[in-house]
Structure formats: C-alpha cells, structure tokens
C-alpha cells in the first residue's frame, strides 16, 4: 500500500478589490489579507480594482490520479487546483460579507484603450489588445507561513451601520466577520453549497452592474432564490384542483424571506414584491432597464430611480445573506445539542 502523506501549505496570490486595501485582516490559520507591496501597479481611480495579496493555508497531498481520458494528473496539480478552489470560495464570501466586491482578473481578451498605473497616467488614445489580467512581476509568492503584517488592522464597523452603508473608500468589515466566516465554514455541505451559489450570483450581479444592468438585477435576484430553494427542499408542492398543475408560490416564497432574513414589515413586503416583478419582467417580458436597448441621455435622470432600486437590491442581498447564514449555524448547533 502507497502512504500518500497529507501536509500543510501555504500560498500566497494577487486578488482585486474595489476599493483599496490598507490594513490586514487573519481568519484564524486560514487565510490572511494584506494590502500590495507599495511598488505594485495601482489604477489611478479610487473606485476601481485595486490589488492586495491573499494567503491562504491549505491541506496537499503527494498522490495524483488518473484522469477519465487516461492523462495522469500529478500531485502538484491537484494542489494547486485545491489552492484556487478555496481562494475561489474565500473571495465569494468576503464579497457577500463586506460592502465591495473581492475577486480575480477574469483572463477576458479584448480592445482598451491603456490609462496607465498612478504614477505614471497616460493620455494617448492608441487602442491596444489585451488581456484582463494582473500579476507583479517583482513580487514573490513563495511563503512558508502567514506572513507578519506590517501594517494596522482592518477597520471593522458595527454591523447595521455597516451595512447600511456605502462604506468610506477603503476595505472595511463588519465587526462580525469572523462569526459570519465561522458560520460559513460550519453550516452543512448541502447548505454550503448554497451559499456559494448565492455568493457567485451575486458576484456575477456585481460584475454585469456596468455592461447588462437588467441581467445584473435578475443576477442578484437569483441569489437570494438559491437560498430560498433551500429552504423548500423536500417540500410537497402543491397542485392546483382543477388543472393539475404544480404551484410553487414563488411570490409568496420570495416575500416570506425577505421578511424572514431581511425585514417583517409591511413596506418591506411590498418592496420584497416590487423586487420580484422588476425581476420577472426583464427575464419574462424582456423589458429591459433604461441604456441597454437606447443610450441614457446626457445629464438625465431618466432611470435613477431603476439605477436606486438596483443599488439598494445589493445592499438587501447582503443583508439577507449575512442574516441567513447566521440563522443556519443556530439551528445547526441547536439541533447538534439536542442530539443524545
């Protein structure tokens, strides 16, 4: 028999935030986050994709295997696959748990016309071809451990006000972050996976917000829908008496979690509805937001009050997320104590 020995590695990556990073942030001997080196390339926007460093610990192995098709798969693949699969899972959560999105270039070729980096803008116009990327060439990913911070931690604020919040220009938590990670990391597989289907359509939401704003809505929408299946699982639906036909009471579904994990209000019902049916119009009825079919009009306020809503849809997806998580480690561990 082959001893495949199981060990602990660390691995160190570049991730993009949309606002800066200027502290570090530890989740027990997970992960760590700390801002770049200071001579790495940088946007000259302040609301951009600002680069800091992930690192993460994880467990490896020396066994590969044998793919479907007959190819080998060496160890160091497969650790490497296992790496960027928690990276992956640890920048979902963190962009569901705070305020702005954390994530990795999408490796996207197309046009650009280059800004430069601060420090070094540019105002040509030539068109290049690219790919969305970033690295630091300079910069060495090798580590052996976490390593030391040198700068202060990262700001945490009180929960509600957090989270009510358009932030103030930096990476900022929510004091609870590591109970909300905690959570995340103790709530059942099946549920699990739920989240990070809820997490990744929001990411997805997040990403489209400039392109395909109506997609971008419905995006966020199914996020919460992810859960809400959850939820349902293994109910008996209900079939209508006179034609058989399932009814699965989305509205009434969609309505219930939002005052379940958002607000129990009357006019958080009705906004919970208006949701919805902006959402079934643009995925049912094609009825998309102001820009996507004809430009908006310069200086108009023509679909602020769509571009509000949206905005305010995010902040409710986090808040109901976060809520949700929290609500599922409860009963998790209640229902673990009462076990004999």
Not at 285 to 308: N, W
Request: glycine share 4%; proline share 7%; net charge neutral.
């Amino acid at each position: 028999m082959i001893d495949y020995k199981l060990t602990i590695s660390y691995q160190s990556y570049f991730a993009l935030s949309q606002v800066p990073v200027v502290g570090y942030y530890r989740y027990r001997d997970l992960f760590q986050i700390l801002p770049a080196p200071p001579e790495s390339p940088r946007p000259p926007a302040s609301l951009d994709a600002h680069p800091f460093i992930i690192e993460l610990s994880y467990t490896t192995s020396s066994a590969g295997y044998q793919s479907p098709y007959g190819f080998p798969v060496s160890a160091d693949m497969v650790n490497m696959e296992t790496a960027r699969e928690i990276q992956k899972h640890l920048l979902l959560l963190l962009t569901a748990f705070s305020n702005f999105r954390t994530f990795v270039p999408s490796n996207h070729q197309a046009w650009f016309v280059s800004f430069g980096t601060r420090g070094n803008e540019q105002t040509h116009m030539s068109p290049q071809w690219g790919q969305e990327m970033y690295f630091d060439p300079d910069f060495n990913h090798a580590i052996e451990s976490f390593t030391t911070p040198t700068v202060p931690p990262v700001n945490k604020v009180e929960p509600m006000k957090y989270f009510n919040s358009f932030g103030n220009g930096i990476l900022e938590f929510p004091e609870i972050i590591t109970k909300l990670l905690d959570a995340a990391h103790e709530i059942s597989d099946e549920a699990k996976l739920a989240l990070l289907s809820a997490c990744s359509l929001l990411d997805q939401g997040l990403a489209l917000w400039q392109a395909h704003p109506s997609l971008s809505f419905a995006s966020c929408v199914s996020s919460l829908e992810s859960l809400i299946a959850f939820d349902h699982k293994g109910e008996h639906v209900e079939k209508c008496d006179k034609c058989g036909q399932e009814r699965f009471r989305v509205m009434k579904k969609f309505q219930e979690f939002f005052a379940m994990y958002g607000h129990p209000s009357p006019e958080f019902k009705k906004y919970a509805q208006k949701i919805y049916r902006y959402r079934s119009k643009i995925l049912h009825l094609g009825e998309l937001f102001l820009g996507e079919i004809s430009p908006i009009k310069f200086a108009s306020f023509d679909g602020r009050a769509d571009r509000d809503l949206h905005r305010n849809l995010i902040r409710t997806c986090r808040i109901c997320i976060v809520n949700w998580v929290i609500a599922k480690q409860h009963a998790q561990l209640t229902s673990a104590v009462k076990m004999p």
